[in-house]
């Protein structure tokens, strides 16, 4: 998340330069003094609603991964797999459930997950991000 926040507002502060660049140069173009002062008041206003249509879009999408480790030979929940998702990491509860959070510039159709435990193989495939995930591990 920290390099798309630091994209996003450097993208917003070169966006706020360039309109004042123009403003200004309007600005000086104008040579009736009411017209001046009108400018006076509608330029900042310009200038915030640019910059705050800009974070807007620029936000990144959130996603979420849901789902359940089992055991592929007896069905039973495993507690304390890895799972990672991207850069993102979870560990599985008690329950076998797992929850993962991610952001990215924009929301993807599926994502890259591994699980993996000591005592079973790890598991490496891509997931959708509808619903929730049930991977089964097999044991060694």
């Not at 173009?29 to 206003?45: G, M, N, Q, W």
């Not at 249509?53 to 039973?76: C, F, N, Q, S, Y």
């Amino acid at each position: 998340m920290g390099w798309t926040l630091i994209i996003q507002v450097l993208v917003s502060l070169i966006a706020a330069i360039i309109e004042g660049i123009v403003l200004r140069i309007i600005f000086t173009k104008i040579r009736d003094i009411s017209a001046k002062r009108l400018f006076i008041i509608v330029a900042p206003t310009f200038f915030v609603i640019t910059f705050v249509i800009l974070i807007i879009m620029l936000k990144p999408a959130r996603w979420e991964l849901e789902g359940r480790v089992v055991d592929a030979t007896t069905g039973h929940d495993i507690p304390g797999a890895e799972i990672t998702v991207q850069q993102w990491f979870d560990l599985t509860g008690t329950d076998g459930r797992f929850s993962v959070r991610g952001e990215s510039s924009t929301k993807p159709s599926e994502v890259r997950i591994r699980v993996q435990l000591e005592e079973y193989e790890p598991v490496t495939r891509f997931v959708t991000l509808d619903g929730r995930q049930t991977i089964e591990l097999e044991p060694r």
